[in-house]
């Protein structure tokens, strides 16, 4: 009479389900809700790191035209030619350009994390002490010690990225880097000459000097968001003989040439695609200025779609041929059917589209042809190929301005484009056999 009957004392039993099964049940769902968690986790590891990369480089390109907008100023203080002034542009190209070199066996010997904080220490710093100089000549070593801390961003970036983006978002990465970029293009003159014409010019680098060294104390506090390499793998000792033999790798050559040879179009675009329209066509330089905006902001339209075209497929060769393609064309026209100068704004937005959305698929074909735990260097070495056309780009489409060839200027940035899409092409080509024999062996 006070026995308890089985279903009094069991809860399963109560339920009509056996502890077995209903043990089991509670079990298997487990490691479900643990693999959620675990997704969930690393999405969000993920958007944090490519938030963090994105920032970075949204502040070298900022600090890169911190300076620029402020020569009529400077001019108007030291009463010196704007010449003098051009020169600490290609001054801070160069020591970018070795440096970038350089700073990809740094990020692969110590780690992506002391080589970006660096960087942006000397960005700032070098803003920072520019608002003090006593003439003009003392922003010659400074321009060039933010040259060599600008450097560092490319084989940093790229480095934290392949090393801690899951790859099914590296698409997105590269595409939230870029943009980054674009957005520092676009605010740092509108910032930069709005200081300096409110307060003066040396107000303007002492207000944005002291910001860059705010913003490192910021990214010096995400101590593991900025690893180039897995949790307990050691650094790398790469030999000289062994790094050259790496950049003499055909697809390593051809990633530097390919950027070498893209950026003397886009740079001669940027910098001379006002005055040569208006030289070509008598087209009013606010309407040719407007024309360069539009290429800036379809570029950087470009570049979000960019990511989703990269995240969706694994042609990514195919993608920056055809974008390469159509700004190529549509250079060609302007330089040829002097009819379309009245769309010019049209059609350099296009163009932007076109050549923006080829920059995250581009980054996945270097990443494709790089070796694994040489991310720093190859890096470093490919977009030193960036600094180098750079550096010879407005020179070389200026001269053209100069001797009265506008329109040619725009046929060679036409011939550069198609001649990149053969590099894009020998890449894939020439990478492939090199991948069948790594899975092979």
């Known amino acids: ?5 089985p279903d009094a004392r069991s809860p399963q039993r109560r339920s009509g389900i056996p502890r077995a099964v209903s043990s089991g049940f509670a079990i298997s769902r487990h490691p479900l809700t643990s693999a959620n968690s675990s997704a969930e986790s690393a999405l969000r590891r993920d958007v944090r790191v490519i938030g963090l990369i994105g920032s970075a480089h949204c502040l070298s390109h900022f600090f890169q035209l911190t300076l620029a907008p402020l020569f009529p100023l400077i001019k ?8 003098t002034l051009g020169a600490l542009v290609s001054v801070f190209y160069v020591a970018s350009g070795l440096c970038q070199f350089g700073a990809g066996f740094a990020v692969d010997r110590f780690g992506a ?5 660096g960087g942006i220490a000397l960005l700032a710093g070098g803003v ?8 003009v000549y003392w922003l010659f070593p400074l321009v060039a010690l933010m040259g060599i801390g600008n450097g560092v961003f490319h084989p940093a970036d790229f480095a934290v990225l392949n090393a801690n983006v899951a790859p099914q978002r590296l698409g997105h990465a590269y595409s939230t880097h870029g943009v980054g970029g674009s957005v520092g293009y676009a605010v740092a003159p509108i910032v930069s000459f709005g200081l300096g014409s409110a307060f003066g010019w040396r107000t303007s680098l002492l207000v944005l000097g002291a910001l860059g060294l705010v913003a490192l104390a910021a990214f010096a506090t995400q101590k593991d968001a900025f690893r180039s390499r897995p949790h307990g793998v050691a650094p790398v000792h790469h030999s000289l003989s062994g790094s050259i033999d790496l950049f003499l790798q055909a697809p390593i050559l051809l990633c530097f040439a390919y950027f070498c040879i893209l950026t003397l179009a886009t740079i001669g675009i940027q910098t001379f695609a006002g005055p040569a329209l208006n030289a070509a066509y008598g087209i009013p330089i606010a309407l040719a200025t407007s024309a360069l905006a539009a290429y800036l902001l379809g570029s950087t339209a470009g570049i979000l779609v960019g990511g989703f075209l990269a995240s969706q497929t694994a042609h990514h060769h195919r993608v920056a041929a055809v974008g390469l393609a159509i700004g190529g064309a549509l250079m060609l026209l302007v330089a040829l059917v002097p ?3 009245a769309w010019a704004v049209a059609m350099f937005a296009l163009t932007g589209f076109a050549l923006g959305a080829t920059g995250p698929s581009r980054d996945m074909i270097v990443r494709a042809a790089t070796p694994p735990g ?5 890096y470093g070495f490919v977009y030193s190929g960036l600094d180098l056309g750079a550096t010879i780009a407005p020179v070389a489409v200026g001269a053209l301005i100069d001797h009265d060839l506008p329109r040619l200027a725009f046929g060679a940035i036409a011939v550069c484009l198609f001649l990149a899409i053969g590099t894009v092409l020998q890449v894939r080509r020439r990478a492939a056999p090199r991948r069948a024999v790594a899975a092979a062996e």
Do not use: I, W
Not at 113 to 117: A, G, I, N, S
């Open 1 to 5: 009479m006070g026995t308890k009957s």
């Open 76 to 83: 108007a203080e030291f009463g010196v030619s704007y010449a």
């Open 113 to 117: 994390r002391p080589v970006l904080l």
């Open 128 to 135: 920072l002490a520019g608002g003090l100089v006593s003439g």
């Open 339 to 341: 009819d379309l100068a």
């Open 374 to 378: 040489a991310s720093g260097r190859v």
